[in-house]
């Protein structure tokens, strides 16, 4: 069956930075394109970043453009997130998916930005 396993999250003070990771398992990984979704505290979850199978094309949301990076292994199936010049907005659980499926989601990964 369909796995995300999303870590990384932390607390972090305001312009810091962390890297998550989603490990995935039970599809064809290398073929799929892979998103990062975020939901906030009171919020509706959203769409951050989408990288294709391959890397090669790449979108954010415009909220995070210019200090996030998504980033795949395909080898390890695992897309990862970096993300710099936190902010106190980007607190939210982060979750991966394929965009395009959307299989069950995993328990995904708490970032807290706070002073």
């Known amino acids: 069956q369909v796995q995300f396993v999303e870590s990384g999250g932390d607390l972090v003070q305001p312009g810091g930075s962390l890297r998550l990771s989603c490990a995935a398992s039970?599809?064809?990984?290398?073929?799929?394109?892979m998103s990062w979704y975020r939901q906030g505290p009171g919020k509706e979850r959203e769409l951050v970043a989408t990288?294709?199978?391959?890397?090669?094309?790449?979108n954010y949301a415009d909220s995070v453009k210019g200090r996030f990076t998504i980033s795949r292994d395909n080898a390890k199936r695992t897309v990862y997130l970096q993300i710099n010049s936190l902010k106190a907005e980007d607190t939210a659980v982060y979750y991966c998916?394929?965009?395009?499926?959307?299989?069950?989601w995993g328990q995904g990964t708490q970032v807290t930005v706070s002073s």
């Open positions: 039970g599809f064809t990984f290398s073929s799929a394109a």
């Open positions: 998916n394929n965009p395009y499926r959307l299989y069950t």
């Open positions: 990288i294709t199978s391959t890397g090669v094309n790449i």
